[in-house]
Structures are given as structure tokens and as C-alpha cells.
């Protein structure tokens, strides 16, 4: 089977929802052993249900990845039963604002998810990654990583964090047998947006949604399944001269847009 993960065990934070629900249903389907990393109980057992009803492997930790502590706790764990042979630091929280309406808590909150989170991962994978010599990283950046984006202030840069942390821990680890990249979506239709759009345009929901829908060029937001396909290639032996680099998933926009 192309694109095989049978007898691999993969790590994704952020995994009972959206983007990472996707990935890890669509690992399990080609044979990995997941396992979801989500703060949201509720979200990460539904999903490890769902895994398990299309007879998948799947099993949820509670985590706080911003939790260092926590965090490697939980590779600990795993390591003892598994080999660990992928991560994917798909965690991640949202904040719209220039820097004029951007405070310091916002800045740290975000900093504590979606940057030291994902540093977290890395550094509790690494050395199992190392003691193997193989592993595979994929890190879920953003457009807001490589243009910029209105009242994204805090938001961009953390995802701007992530991109170059992609890039020096495959410049770092590639002698050790470790591959490293990046996924840039643009917006995605997942449950945050709808969210989104009903808490700040109650009354004209339908349009708005139309109108997110049309800022990529491609006419239509992507599907969480979309990321996920990208991910799987990524994570899969066919890709295995594939480390560095960063794949933006957006419809267009980076470049079609000027």
C-alpha cells in the first residue's frame, strides 16, 4: 500500500479536532498507531471511538503541551511500549488583532501554545528519534508564517517561530536520521472557523462565510482532509528525501494574490 504507516506510532497534539482529527484518522487508516495529545477530553476520546470503529489503534492523553513536564511524561510512557516514529505539533490556538489591541497576556498565551508547544514536542522526541536514528517531524505553521496578514499580529508570530524551527531542527538533526518540515494552510473549514463566524456575525453568517471562503484564489476554503493527505505524504517512506522545507496548502494565495 502506497503511502503505508503499518507499524508506526505517531504523535499528534491537537488530535480531537479539526486539522488534527483529520491526521489522525487518516494515519490510522493507513496503519499508524495514533496517538492524540489534546487538552479537550471530550474531543480527544470521541475521536480515539471513531479511530477505533473503523477498527484503527488509537489511544487519548489528556495534555497541556505548553507543560514541559507533562509533555515529556507522556513520550516516557509511550517509549516503553512503542517506537516512536512520528510527531506531529499540530497544536495550536488562534488571536485576531493588530499590535495596538494585542496585550501581554495574549502574546504570552499564544507564545505558551503555539511556540514553546511545539518546541516541547521536538525536544521530549528528539532523542528517542536520535537513539533510532529515524524519525519525522511535521510541524503545522501558516500562510501568516510567509506573508502577512491583517490583525494577525500575535498569531503571525508565532507561526513565523515555527517555520524557522522547522528549518534549524532539520539543519540540526538530518546526520541523525531525522527529517523535519512544515505544513502552511491556508483557512481551513474546521469547527473553530464556524465558531468563529457565529460569535462575531450572528446575523449575516451565510455571507461571511462566502466571503472567507473567496480570499483564496482557488474560490473555497480547504478541507481538514486535505491537510491530512499532505501530512501522510510527509510522514510516509516516499517522502523520505523530503527535510527543510516548508509546504504551504492555500489555494493560491501566497502567490496568486498580488
Known amino acids: 500500500m502506497i ?10 497534539t491537537g488530535g480531537g479536532s479539526g486539522i488534527g482529527k483529520a491526521i489522525a484518522t487518516t494515519f490510522a487508516k493507513q496503519g499508524a498507531h495514533v496517538c492524540i495529545l489534546d487538552f ?11 479511530i477505533e470503529k473503523e477498527k484503527g489503534s488509537a489511544n487519548f492523553y489528556q495534555c497541556d503541551v505548553s507543560n514541559q513536564e507533562q ?5 516516557k510512557e509511550l517509549a516503553q511500549t512503542n517506537t516512536i516514529d512520528i510527531l506531529i505539533n499540530n497544536a495550536g490556538i488562534a488571536h485576531v488583532g493588530n499590535i495596538e489591541n494585542t496585550n501581554p497576556d495574549d502574546l504570552d498565551r499564544l507564545y505558551n ?3 514553546k508547544g511545539v518546541y516541547n514536542g521536538m ?8 537513539k533510532q536514528n529515524k524519525g519525522v517531524i511535521v510541524n503545522m505553521a501558516s500562510i501568516a508564517s510567509s506573508v502577512g496578514i491583517s490583525d494577525r499580529f500575535a498569531y503571525s508570530m508565532t507561526k513565523g517561530a515555527v517555520l524557522t524551527m522547522t528549518y534549524s531542527v532539520a539543519k540540526d538533526y538530518v546526520a541523525d536520521g531525522i527529517r523535519c518540515n512544515c505544513i502552511s494552510p491556508a483557512r481551513v473549514h ?23 471562503s473567496k480570499t483564496q484564489p482557488i474560490g473555497r476554503m480547504g478541507k481538514p482532509e486535505e491537510i491530512a493527505h499532505l ?16 509546504f504551504p496548502i492555500d489555494g493560491g494565495f ?5
Open 71 to 75: 509533555v515529556e511524561g507522556i513520550f
Open 113 to 115: 501554545v503555539n511556540i
Open 3 to 12: 503511502f503505508s504507516l503499518k507499524g508506526k506510532t505517531a504523535i499528534i
Open 254 to 258: 501566497i502567490k496568486l494574490n498580488g
Open 231 to 246: 501530512a501522510l505524504y510527509l510522514c510516509s517512506d516516499e517522502a523520505s528525501f523530503i527535510t527543510g522545507t516548508d
Open 40 to 50: 479537550n477530553t471530550d474531543n480527544g476520546n470521541t475521536t480515539v471511538s471513531e
Open 190 to 212: 474546521t469547527p473553530f472557523v464556524d465558531g468563529f463566524i457565529e460569535k462575531n456575525y450572528p446575523d449575516n453568517q451565510a455571507e461571511m462565510f462566502e466571503k472567507l
Open 123 to 130: 525536544k521530549a522526541a528528539i532523542p528517542y528519534f536520535k
